[in-house]
């Protein structure tokens, strides 16, 4: 199957830190590309997976479900913890969610999360009919490229296959329940003005782990694919110092030393 362009995975062979940066529902790695450059610029081992049914086309979706899509990221955190001696999770909106889900799951492999507008729910009035409105309608309207900058666009799908949103309402509840078996640190940036996914997810998300190193950031001229957006050099910059600040000397070598001693620890 082709794929869209820019929805390739992207792997990069760093030092011993290592990254995995997860993409969101309907998108591809196109949207958190950037991201992951700019990680792994300062040489950082990274991997930034394609879920299964993206970066193709919406057809491709719909016979997927959350199980695929947190299948591939589990693997992909296995072979990073095999070859790393700490990593962290970055995730935009259901990448988020996959973030944390790895959080709970592998609790002493993950080093800390950096979740971009994570996403917790579905707020459409609509969603509670998913399980019988996906026999009787295919698809609904596509969420890719709410970004406020206007010469960014999003590589995703313009509909989204509704057997796939119910398999994706299912994991938000799973995940939900689980976020109290979080407990490490946490960077949660996320826009005022998101269009795809409420600020108040990234409260809920907050409050219900129970990580006690939790640092909030607003993005202010941003909206929900932040990566892409005004606010997309503040969300690199905090990722670089939030490692940076939580890696172990000894595993992130001299160079992040260094970098971490300049900033201050920041």
Known sequence: MQLLPGAEPFRHDGGDIGVLVCHGFTGSPQSVRPWADHLAERGLTVSLPLLPGHGTRWQDLAVTGWQDWYAEVDREL???TERCGEVFVCGLSMGGTLALRLAAQHRDSVRGLVLV???NKMHDKGSFA??????????????????????????????VPLHAAHSLRRFFRLVDAELPQVTQPLLVLHSPQDHVVPPVDSARI????????????????????????????????????????????????PEATERTAASGGA
């Open 117 to 119: 507008n994570p996403a």
């Open 206 to 253: 907050m409050a219900r782990v129970s990580s006690r190193d939790i640092t909030e950031r607003l993005l202010e001229r941003s909206y929900h694919v932040a990566t892409l957006d005004h606010d997309a050099e503040q969300i690199f910059a905090e990722t670089t110092a939030f490692i940076n600040r939580l890696a172990d000397p000894a595993t992130a070598g």
């Open 78 to 80: 296995r072979t990073l």
């Open 130 to 159: 998913l399980p019988v409105a996906r026999h009787l309608i295919r698809t609904a309207p596509g969420i890719a490229s709410d970004i406020a900058k206007p010469s960014a666009v999003e590589t995703g799908y313009d509909r």
